[in-house]
């Protein structure tokens, strides 16, 4: 049976720190459900109730598009090592883009990148932990440095024509806001 919290307390905040992959939870009120794996050091807990994550490039933006009409978001973080756990995060998010006021306050929060195309942030109302007594042991062997390593090539330049040929829609179809939102012209 899980048990429910109103924030993270500083065993949860820990254990999310040593986490290697987190997952995000997204959908609007119709079409597609998207779950994303996330790795690298691209998520901050902000306080108890508040965690930041920078979305990199990639070739879908759901999250994105699924926030400008449902704020709905749920974090999950599992142990693949130790002590079985599930630890899932529900609120609301917003998202900030590169021309946002408050994007410059968080992104300093993570490595540079120039992938980097939002920042989300998550206002949390429940915290949900659960055993993951069948979640089986997993080694972490190191992180990917593909999309690092593609981003740099692409330049800054680059990553925004991707953007503008595979970021302005979801796979519903829905706007991402990406062009009015990063300053682009499309």
Request: proline share 3%.
């Amino acid at each position: 049976m899980g048990k429910k919290f109103a924030e993270l307390s500083g065993k949860h905040i820990e254990f999310i720190g040593e986490q290697k992959i987190y997952f995000v939870g997204t959908a609007a009120e119709t079409g597609s459900v998207n779950l994303s794996p996330k790795g690298g050091d691209s998520l901050r807990v902000i306080n108890p109730t508040k965690i930041a994550w920078l979305n990199l490039t990639g070739s879908g933006n759901e999250s994105a598009s699924h926030i400008l009409k449902n704020t709905r978001m749920t974090l999950m973080f599992c142990a693949f090592e130790g002590s079985p756990l599930i630890l899932r995060t529900y609120g609301e998010a917003k998202m900030l883009h590169n021309k946002d006021p408050e994007w410059e306050v968080y992104s300093k929060l993570f490595p540079a990148s120039v992938a980097a195309r939002q920042i989300f942030i998550l206002d949390i109302n429940v915290v949900q932990a659960s055993c993951g007594m069948s979640v089986p042991y997993y080694k972490f062997e190191g992180d990917r440095e593909d999309l690092a390593k593609w981003s740099e090539r692409q330049g800054h330049e680059g990553i925004e024509k991707y953007w503008l040929k595979k970021n302005q829609k979801s796979i519903d179809g829905f706007e991402t806001e990406i062009v009015e939102r990063a300053g682009l012209t499309s």
